[in-house]
């Protein structure tokens, strides 16, 4: 994660199922559902004045971290997540056992 990003708090925003990173006021999220043990993340956006920036990447790093400190498991729909879990291949260990899209060739 570029340091720029490390001080940004994630926010979990339940009202609108996102994940949000809040950058100079533009709004990077990743959208969910949850279950009692399980997030599914869904999909990731992120503005146009935050692409390129590395802040969807950071927010997908936040996100990870928040999903395994609470204790929960991962389904990764969301292709940018995917990729970057395909990428980092120890955030595996808090995927749900269920996904089997890693054992595919594709997604």
């Given at each position: 994660?570029?340091?720029?990003?490390?001080?940004?708090?994630?926010?979990?925003?339940?009202?609108?199922?996102?994940?949000?990173?809040?950058?100079?006021?533009?709004?990077?999220?990743?959208?969910?559902?949850?279950s009692e043990h399980?997030?599914?993340?869904?999909?990731?956006?992120?503005p146009p004045a935050?692409?390129?920036?590395?802040?969807?990447?950071?927010?997908?790093?936040?996100?990870?971290?928040?999903?395994?400190?609470?204790?929960?498991?991962?389904?990764?729909?969301?292709?940018?997540?995917?990729?970057?879990?395909?990428?980092h291949p120890a955030?595996?260990?808090?995927?749900?056992?269920?996904?089997?899209?890693?054992?595919?060739?594709?997604?």
């Amino acid at each position: 994660m570029k340091p720029e990003f490390e001080n940004i708090p994630l926010i979990k925003n339940q009202e609108n199922f996102h994940f949000e990173l809040n950058v100079d006021g533009n709004i990077a999220f990743i959208r969910f559902s949850e279950s009692e043990h399980i997030i599914t993340l869904i999909h990731t956006e992120s503005p146009p004045a935050l692409r390129g920036s590395g802040a969807a990447t950071a927010l997908v790093e936040k996100t990870l971290k928040w999903v395994e400190e609470h204790g929960m498991k991962l389904v990764p729909l969301c292709p940018f997540v995917f990729s970057y879990i395909n990428s980092h291949p120890a955030w595996k260990r808090i995927v749900h056992q269920s996904f089997k899209g890693f054992d595919e060739k594709e997604f």
